[in-house]
Each structure stands twice: as structure tokens, then as C-alpha cells.
């Protein structure tokens, strides 16, 4: 059996914390820290929506997501965009969305900001983790202040990666693994257990349907984990 470079097992989590309240002045924000990976998620209300809504009586639920200088090996370049960087700020925001009745925040907008300090894998993952406790919190503040008419939040929500390195299913990917992987995926997943989204891929390698079903299962056993440790930090429970 495959050992891990930082001993856990197979279908273990990195050790996860959510510190809530992480900036002030903002409607929502934490810190969530997977293992060495760390971001700063923060949720923004403003007024207005895109274009594309306006006089819909719908809001929007949105997310933007960017890597510091020095949050990986080499520097970033301040300000660099890329594809990968709007093709996970697409996952983010249609993750956050789905959990989201939108005919409920009204002619409002909710900007989820997700900025990696520092990066070892899974920051999308962990940026829709974090993201939605801050939205969550945003929608607290909208409830309390009688913004909405009931809480726009439907379920909890929660990503988590999984990959196959070497010839076994690890949960929740370190940079290290997730470079050595052979296939990869990330699962994003409700509370009752629905998928939201499911992104797999192989490299130089092909895998069976059931080995596909495996990383599905450990990916969910993990996103429980994960959805524990929100519930823990939130005190505006769900009816």
C-alpha cells in the first residue's frame, strides 16, 4: 500500500478550520485552512444585477477567485488572469447558485471573493468550501435586516478532490499528489447528498466506471466531514 507523503490515510482530510469573521466591515468572511492550503473568502452585498437580470426580480450570486504573488512555489504575477482562473470562478459562483434561491436576494448582488495565500491543491475546492459560509453569512445579515422574505439558503454545501496516485483512491489531494495523480476529480455535493458538480479527468491513463464510483463515494464521506465543520462555525442553523 501507497503511503502519503504526509501520513494520512487513503480517505483521510487534511486537518480543516474555518475562522469566521476573518475581515471586518464585510457581510461575510473566513478563513479556511485545508492542511497548508489557505484562503480568505469573503462575501460582499451590493445593489443592482447583470445586466441579463435586470427587471427579473431575481439577484445574482457571483464569485471571484485570484491567487497571491507568492501563495504557490514560484511568484504570480499580480493581476494575471487566465483561463483556469475564470473556468473557477464559473465553478464557485454556479456552486454557490445552486444552493441559492436567487427570487430572494432581489434586486441585490452577492460578490464571493476568494483569494489563495497560500496554495498546496485543492484551492477551488476549498474556495467553495469557505465561499459558502460566506454567503451563508451574507444571507444571515439580509434575513435579520428583513431584506428577504424567507432565508434564500436551501441546504449546505460543501467541495472536496479525490484523485487515483499510483494504484489507490486518496481523498483530498495535496499539490505533491495531485501533480503525481493519474486521474483526478472534484466533487461538489449538498448536504442530502446531491451532486452539484463532478469534474474528472485522466492523464496518460484510463480508469473503469466502478474505480469512477469509488472516488465519488470517498468524496462524499469527505464533503460530510467538511459540512460538520461548517455547521460548527454557523449559528443561523438551516430549518
Known sequence: MMKRTDGRRPDQLRPVKITKD????????????????????????????????????????????????????????????SGRTFEIQRLIGRSLRAVTDLSQLGDHTIIIDCDVVQADGGTRTAAITGGFVALYDAAQKMSVQGMVDKFPISHFLAAVSCGIVGDQIFLDLNYEEDSNASADMNVVLTDDGKIVEVQCSAEGYTFAVDELDKMIRVAQSGIEELIEVQRGCISFELA
Open 22 to 81: 476573518y475581515l471586518k466591515d464585510v457581510e461575510g468572511s473566513v478563513l479556511i485552512e485545508l492542511g497548508h492550503t489557505r484562503l480568505i473568502c469573503s462575501a460582499t452585498l451590493q445593489d443592482g444585477v447583470p445586466p441579463f437580470l435586470k427587471g427579473s426580480r431575481q439577484g445574482w450570486v457571483t464569485a471571484e477567485y485570484g491567487m497571491l504573488p507568492r501563495s504557490s512555489i514560484h511568484r504570480i504575477p499580480r493581476w494575471k488572469d
